[in-house]
């Protein structure tokens, strides 16, 4: 089944305690990037990916790191998270930025 | 860089009417413009989408409308049904720079009423 996999779905931690969450997508696509979504804020992008080894700042990165060493991996690290980062995050991965998007389930996290 | 705004932010409509969902973008060169829908508890998921070669698409209760001179474009869903019940994001994206992708709406909560 073509999907965008990520985990935790859940996660409440603390201020400072760096953590990853991780994200694969099975559909060999090029195309992959990182969104939070907040109360009327909508879906806001955080990172994003056109390749292998290619990665580019959104509209909010501040605090967050990606990496993109395997096609079909594009892992979201927090460094040292802080309470302005609980979110709703989802991963999404398409063929190109132009295309349909396949977002996976969410990662909600809430950092106390 | 592409700013698009959405309207209403929420939604009520009675089982079986239209739903009518807008939204303007401010950069000339976007050439698609697709629709998400978000359940509870999911990620969105595109339900249609139209590119600036056409002015209006249609798949089966929904369609989309596109005006290029006044850079909006709508989403129409008719027969609404409870399952309707969502948040819907508009998107765009532009033909020249923005290796970013799609800019999104901020979303309207549509609650169809039975």
């Known amino acids: 089944e073509a999907q965008v996999t990520q985990n935790p779905r859940y996660l409440i931690t603390v201020t400072g305690k760096k953590l990853t969450v991780t994200c694969s997508q099975n559909?060999?696509?090029?195309?992959m990037s990182w969104y939070r979504q907040d109360p009327g804020l909508g879906l806001r992008q955080i990172y994003y990916?056109?390749?292998?080894?290619?990665?580019d700042k959104g509209d909010v990165p501040e605090g967050y790191k990606v990496s993109r060493k395997e096609k079909r991996n594009f892992p979201l690290i927090l460094e040292s998270p802080s309470p302005n980062q609980t979110s709703l995050y989802f991963c999404?991965?398409?063929?190109?930025?132009?295309?349909?998007?396949?977002f996976g389930e969410g990662s909600r996290l809430t950092v106390l | 860089g592409e700013n698009v705004e959405q309207h209403p932010s929420t939604l009520s409509v009675q089982e079986g009417d239209s739903a009518v969902i807008k939204c303007t973008y401010s950069?000339?060169?976007?050439?698609?413009f697709p629709w998400y829908k978000q359940e509870l508890g999911k990620g969105p998921q595109l339900i249609i989408d139209?590119?600036?070669?056409?002015g209006e698409k249609k798949d089966q209760r929904i369609a989309v409308t596109l005006n290029k001179t006044a850079k909006h474009f709508s989403l129409h869903i008719t027969e609404t049904q409870p399952e309707d019940s969502a948040v819907y994001f508009c998107?765009?994206?532009?033909?020249?720079?923005?290796?970013?992708?799609?800019?999104f709406g901020k979303g309207t909560h549509l609650i169809i009423q039975p």
């Open positions: 999404a991965s398409s063929f190109h930025k132009a295309g349909e998007l396949f």
């Open positions: 559909m060999n696509h090029e195309y």
């Open positions: 990916s056109m390749n292998v080894e290619v990665t």
């Open positions: 950069d000339s060169a976007s050439n698609y």
């Open positions: 139209i590119r600036s070669n056409v």
């Open positions: 998107a765009a994206i532009g033909s020249g720079g923005g290796a970013d992708g799609l800019t």
